[in-house]
């Protein structure tokens, strides 16, 4: 089970990029890199996911260095509605019992 | 269909009652799960069911907890004679089989329980 490290907390303020870095050192040949989105009461959501390089989407990009070791969410101009906790996962999607969530990254928007 | 739907949102029991809980998946989706969450964690794997077979337990899944998906549909979460510490909200997630991008997996609103 590929267990990850990220800062427990973070702040920032609106309008600003906000870059997330999550460690994990011990990922597979298999594993895929994924990032949720957890809001208060709320079940975790989606943001993105990637095997190496840069993936990109509407919502954020995941930058992934060639050894794997490590991956970094990257949220263009933050928004005080993307204060929630990021959860850094990996794991063969096909096996998505085996993720572990971890405690998150608490991303604090100020305005 | 909109998602995952759980059943109910929040729940209070009196320690010692049983309790059951209830997730609809989105419906093409053959692998459900369920988790836990306490205040401060990320979610905890407990089970998971491909169409009805659960197939992987956690040790975190006392004797107490059952979970079944007769026919391969909806799934039930009881926990029997509750305690305190299972207060926690109780989350379900749903996926088709497959890997690689754009595969993921949904999560329901989640049930919160309270025992008291």
């Known amino acids: 089970l590929a267990k990850t490290t990220q800062p427990i907390s973070m702040d920032s303020y609106e309008g600003q990029e906000v870059n997330i870095t999550c460690s994990h050192n011990?990922?597979?040949?298999?594993?895929?890199i994924t990032w949720y989105q957890q809001f208060p009461s709320q079940g975790p959501r989606f943001i993105i996911q990637?095997?190496?390089t840069k993936v990109t989407n509407e919502v954020a990009s995941l930058f992934i260095p060639a050894d794997r070791k490590s991956s970094t969410l990257s949220l263009p101009r933050v928004s005080l509605s993307d204060t929630a906790v990021y959860y850094c996962?990996?794991?063969?999607?096909?096996?998505?019992?085996?993720?572990?969530f971890g405690s998150g990254t608490k991303l604090n928007v100020k305005p | 269909d909109t998602g995952v739907s759980q059943d109910p949102r929040h729940k209070i029991t009196k320690r010692g009652q049983n309790v059951t809980f209830r997730c609809d998946p989105i419906s093409e989706h053959n692998r459900l799960y369920w988790y836990r969450q306490t205040l401060g964690q990320g979610p905890e794997f407990l089970t998971y069911?491909?169409?009805?077979?659960?197939?992987?337990k956690s040790r975190l899944l006392s004797d107490r907890f059952s979970a079944e998906r007769p026919k391969g549909s909806f799934s039930t979460l009881e926990i029997q004679r509750t305690e305190q510490g299972d207060s926690a909200m109780y989350l379900c997630?749903?996926?088709?089989?497959?890997?690689?991008?754009?595969?993921?997996?949904?999560f329901g609103q989640g049930t919160r329980l309270t025992v008291v």
């Open positions: 997630a749903s996926s088709l089989p497959g890997q690689g991008p754009s595969w993921e997996a949904f």
């Open positions: 011990n990922i597979a040949t298999n594993d895929y």
């Open positions: 069911f491909q169409n009805e077979a659960q197939l992987e």
């Open positions: 996962l990996v794991g063969g999607t096909y096996n998505f019992n085996k993720f572990y």
């Open positions: 990637g095997y190496k």
